[in-house]
């Protein structure tokens, strides 16, 4: 269903911003898996009002299209296509023919694992023939291969090299009027758990960190949810744990459509804060926090390259 709602808001979202660029980790001795690309068969729309049937025709012109568009991604080693579900990057589109000279091809990228847009693109292009379809599918994939060469994850550096990092579990300060009344709910735990689980998963995958599991570790900061207001104690509990750093983070809930989300690193050993993020107030139902968080995360963290 995630991937469902990407997909539609890859089609939906065209004129919006891709985002921010894409993580990137420290140099060091790495190897580079191959990327996880899938391609979605595009649509086809033809609003030209034409009297001439040319289903047929355009059906297998957009049939080699694909094909071409497939065949240049997958001459790249640095990738290799996928089932949708199997993918990091999720590619879709639509071709639309406005008038009898005049189409369109709409392209979007989706970082399945992100959860945001990383490229999209209208392109306009003149003629209906085999040549003009060809000359579209050049330009497509010319830049579909340049946004793929962005989005490539970085490459997983020496453990040796890792900073290794305990995320602590995000914790609910909650200042809804609805919480002086029912207090955290199981659906709040929940969310939470999901917040946790996407940014220890982002922050894996950037290849930077070595995650810490922090499962183990005891205190009444952590049994009471308060380590965002212990002082940093989340630092001595990490450097015990074997981290060089610990992250805590916090969702702020002001009403049942508005959060921030915010997190702060501290170096393990001497308690100094590394790095901080705070998104300001985001508008959004709860199960928004993971990609608030997500998005924070990476733009604030990685993207910034706060290091050890």
């Not at 729309?45 to 094909?67: P, Y």
């Not at 997958?74 to 990738?79: C, L, M």
């Not at 000359?135 to 090299?161: C, G, M």
Request: aromatic residues 6%; neutral net charge.
């Amino acid at each position: 269903m995630r991937q469902t709602r990407l997909v539609l808001l890859a089609l939906a979202l065209l004129g919006v911003s891709a985002g921010p660029g894409p993580v990137r980790a420290d140099a060091g001795p790495a190897t580079t898996p191959a990327l996880g690309v899938s391609i979605d068969d595009f649509n086809y729309l033809d609003t030209s009002g034409e009297v001439t049937d040319q289903a047929a025709v355009h059906e297998k012109r957009l049939e080699e299209f694909m094909q071409g568009l497939r065949a240049d991604v997958a001459a790249e080693p640095r990738y290799r296509l996928v089932a949708p579900g199997e993918a990091r990057i999720r590619i879709v589109g639509g071709v639309q023919k406005m008038s009898t000279l005049i189409g369109w091809v709409k392209v979007a990228l989706v970082d399945t694992v992100a959860n945001r847009l990383v490229f999209e693109r209208r392109y306009s292009f003149r003629g209906d023939s085999d040549q003009a379809w060809d000359r579209a599918r050049i330009f497509v994939s010319r830049d579909v291969l340049a946004a793929l060469a962005e989005a490539q994850p970085p490459a997983k550096t020496d453990a040796a090299a890792q900073i290794a990092l305990a995320v602590f579990e995000f914790e609910l300060d909650d200042t809804s009027a609805a919480a002086q009344a029912s207090g955290p709910t199981p659906a709040d735990a929940t969310d939470l758990a999901n917040v946790t689980k996407g940014v220890r998963e982002l922050l894996a995958q950037s290849g930077r960190y070595h995650l810490i599991d922090p499962g183990r570790a005891d205190g009444d900061a952590i049994k009471h949810q308060a380590l965002r207001d212990c002082g940093g104690c989340d630092a001595a509990i990490a450097q015990k744990l074997g981290a060089d750093q610990s992250l805590v983070g916090v969702v702020r809930r002001v009403s049942r459509t508005e959060y921030t989300v915010a997190f702060q690193l501290r170096d393990a050993r001497s308690g100094a804060v590394v790095s901080r993020g705070d998104s300001g107030l985001r508008m959004g139902a709860d199960y928004s926090w993971t990609r608030g968080a997500v998005r924070l995360v990476g733009d604030r963290l990685l993207d910034n390259g706060a290091h050890k």
